[in-house]
């Protein structure tokens, strides 16, 4: 609907102008063409042009100069992209064993995350900012005022089916076509995962990860496997010659990937990618299990297609929930499992039995009556002003040279510091300030992204939250003083 | 309070006069002491020993005789206890591989489950009867609107304190001190035991189990366990003797059990078994994982005691839920994990990661306002009455000889046949019918309990389940009829 009636076309105004900057046409200083010229040239409003330029400048691209017009900001201070995981990248396998001796680490996380006086500026959550509250509520109470108390009932089997049915029409949209009954309900994206996993792997089993990976890929310590990391690009996303590389070398059982707005990275797969991967993978019979929890919360014109849109061999099994589409404690995640849907049912049976029926046919209700489309066109513009505040704060808090991500949809972007910061101990020291930032070494199995930083944007922009960056420039700014 | 102000003395009553009937004092056909004369013997009013009579003949125990009194029912017709798993039980392991092969019955079965068109009859789950809706609605309405939506963020940590700290004061009624701060929450039972399993069990470990076995147990295919059945009585539970042996002959790692109203048997330990058997795996170092679901759902004057309750030395770790003492649907369970709670913490965390905040809340405040409690006794009279009217029903409608166990809790009877039926043969004519049994092999990992069903008694009892029951009957008869 939205994407029918108001196609974002100041979006791509902002992309012709980056383009422009990038390939040097218009450099560092110089002035954009004023709203009228680019109105005229491009056959649209002055409004979507000055949208775009207000998004420009928000995001640190431009700056506008009182009565004389937008201009190209300074390239120090400008936004660039941070480095990926490319390079010296070896070809080499984690052990079972060393997975496990991350749980320390979870602790010691999860300890920090548990005090309520640290402030999570990495949270690759978006808060409940734009959240209608009463519309989720309406969809609620009519779930509970099902005659039988039927909300309070076992689901026996796949999951609420109205759900069900829902969730293809989304996907259909999103230009994948799936069966309801090949979608299997649970409780989250993480129980998602872990069915995956249950379902596929095998002790000593090899499974291909993007690096820098996430945390719930702490889940594969349960399952004996041994881990190949694969580097990634903030941009491009997972490097698919060192895939093909990796796949001639390796007998991979399986590989995890994230297509769309990874975190922490932000990285978003173009769709010659995506077919692609999927095509490698088929030929090798290796399964992918695609992760895809924040492809709705996407900030272009149309919503990025799931890499399974492109599974012509059944060999995708695509795990999402709404937890980073509506709200973390929602609860209700599904698996698309095509072929293997009542193994996917089994192994989720016996690992949670049945799921929440209320939330479901709340989430049901929530979709029919278009809430949810509605609550996405609303957090996909916040997420994205967000970014906009975030960089923003980075380009004047954080030491010159500093590189921030700009993703094109999610709520995670990957800051590359200037090379002689230590993320580690700017970790402790935020948090000896009450601010909890994730450290690039804390994404990897091995030492690695020792000057990176991840920063979430998805919470309410607050003053707190703004202080919780200069501080986090002030300390980096401190450690570079220190070496000079 | 309820124990306190009200204690069941029909109870006492009632145990009395089924004590003499066993004891052979009280012979079959025989008039029992008028409700005059036993009201003075015991110093007890008239309406409890009317009370506790009434429940007696709504057992099959008693009948009633028009201005003549109450009479013990003649034997044949008069419930007496199933045989348990004892006799020729071998001491012996069943592989890794015989569980996982248990998959393909457990789909067969689920898509029996998943047929609306089917009756399920063995269900042990309380049905919805008794729930008061509007009580619950008014505590989720209230949970959903806690300032901030916390209701819908994320649950980071153990889970919701108020309610950890509802929970705790519970236990201590249940005669069981555990601080708020040793329970973890997680996504219902199953999870609470999936995550026991996780933390504890490495492939090839062995494992006891109660026999026969209940459905969760098929979790254990995924842990590579040997699993070791222990044979166990209607009444007394599990064959500590038995168990005794075992330790001696194998280097068993963990044990599960359900000392109070075990699915399918609905045996009850008593508490100097209980203790027997925590100090019995302690000495052996060996964990005790302990299903309490049912423990709520008690018949008698106080909630028994958890096994737990008698863990000096840390080495039980109890599991539970509200799935079978207030709505399958509410999908909210618990692990009591003493020093082990971060553990449990960190492997619930990668499995579901957070919990759902909003029923947890909504559950916090339902126990605060004493609706739990008033709940409880509701569905405990009904659970007790609605045994009385199966017991009722499958006396009058099943074969001559059949045995009806009487447990005193819980949702689930365990019923014996005469010899020569077939529950196998039983279930799959039934479920042509549309009515879904589950006869005794289905809870063996060998072949055994050939001649019994289950039967639950949580449900509303309608004419559906009493015609039910007479056609389960008839098939039975059938079958009798045959082999003469």
Redesign the interface.
């Known amino acids: 609907m939205e994407n029918a009636l108001s196609p974002r076309i100041y979006q791509q105004v902002a992309d012709r102008i980056t383009e422009q900057i990038r390939s040097g046409v218009l450099p560092p200083g110089s002035r954009v063409p004023s709203l009228r010229l680019l109105s005229r040239q491009m056959g649209v409003n002055m409004a979507t042009i000055n949208r775009a330029y207000w998004m420009l400048e928000n995001r640190g691209i431009l700056e506008s100069r009182p009565s004389s017009g937008f201009y190209v900001r300074p390239e120090a201070a400008a936004p660039s992209a941070p480095s990926g995981s490319k390079g010296d990248f070896p070809l080499q396998l984690t052990s079972p064993k060393k997975l496990t001796s991350n749980?320390e680490t979870?602790?010691y996380m999860?300890s920090a995350?548990?005090n309520p006086s640290n402030l999570f500026v990495s949270m690759g959550?978006p808060g409940?900012a734009v959240?209608k509250?009463q519309s989720?509520?309406k969809s609620?109470r009519s779930s509970?005022a099902r005659p039988?108390?039927k909300?309070?009932?076992?689901?026996?089997?796949l999951g609420y089916e109205p759900l069900r049915r829902q969730l293809a029409r989304h996907y259909l949209d999103c230009g994948l076509e799936v069966p309801p009954n090949q979608i299997v309900m649970t409780?989250?994206?993480?129980?998602s995962l872990?069915v995956a996993y249950?379902l596929l792997m095998r002790?000593g089993d090899i499974v291909a990860v993007e690096s820098p990976i996430i945390l719930?890929t702490?889940?594969l310590?349960?399952y004996?496997v041994r881990v190949l990391e694969i580097p990634s690009d903030p941009e491009q996303g997972m490097d698919l010659d060192f895939l093909e590389r990796a796949l001639k070398k390796f007998k991979i059982r399986s590989c995890l990937a994230m297509p769309n707005f990874r975190n922490p990275m932000g990285s978003l797969m173009s769709d010659e990618r995506k077919k692609r991967l999927v095509e490698m993978l088929a030929r090798k019979g290796v399964t992918l299990i695609e992760s895809d929890v924040y492809g709705d919360v996407h900030f272009g014109k149309t919503r990025p297609r799931p890499a399974k849109a492109f599974d012509k061999a059944d060999n995708v099994i695509l795990v999402s929930s709404f937890?980073k589409s509506?709200?973390?404690?929602?609860?209700v995640g599904w698996v698309l499992a095509g072929g293997r849907t009542?193994d996917v049912?089994?192994?989720r049976?016996?690992?949670?039995?049945?799921?929440?029926?209320?939330?479901e046919s709340a989430m049901a209700d929530f979709m029919e009556r278009g809430e949810y489309r509605r609550h996405l066109r609303k957090l996909q513009r916040h997420c994205e002003e967000s970014l906009g505040r975030l960089t923003q704060a980075v380009l004047k808090h954080f030491p010159e040279g500093t590189k921030v991500g700009q993703p094109k949809g999610g709520v995670v972007s990957w800051v590359e510091l200037p090379e002689k910061v230590d993320g580690l101990r700017l970790h402790k020291e935020a948090l000896a300030q009450n601010i909890l930032v994730f450290p690039g070494p804390s994404f990897c199995l091995r030492p690695r992204f020792r000057n990176f930083i991840s920063l979430g944007f998805g919470s309410r922009w607050t003053d707190r939250l703004e202080k919780a960056i200069e501080t986090l420039g002030q300390l980096a700014k401190k450690q570079l003083a220190e070496k000079h």
């Open positions: 749980l979870f602790k999860f995350l548990a959550i409940l959240l509250s989720l509520q609620l509970y039988g108390l909300a309070l009932d076992y689901n026996w089997f409780s989250g994206a993480v129980e872990n249950r002790p719930s702490m889940c310590q349960h004996g937890s509506v709200a973390p404690g929602v609860k009542m049912f089994a192994t049976w016996v690992n949670t039995n049945g799921t929440n029926t209320l939330m």
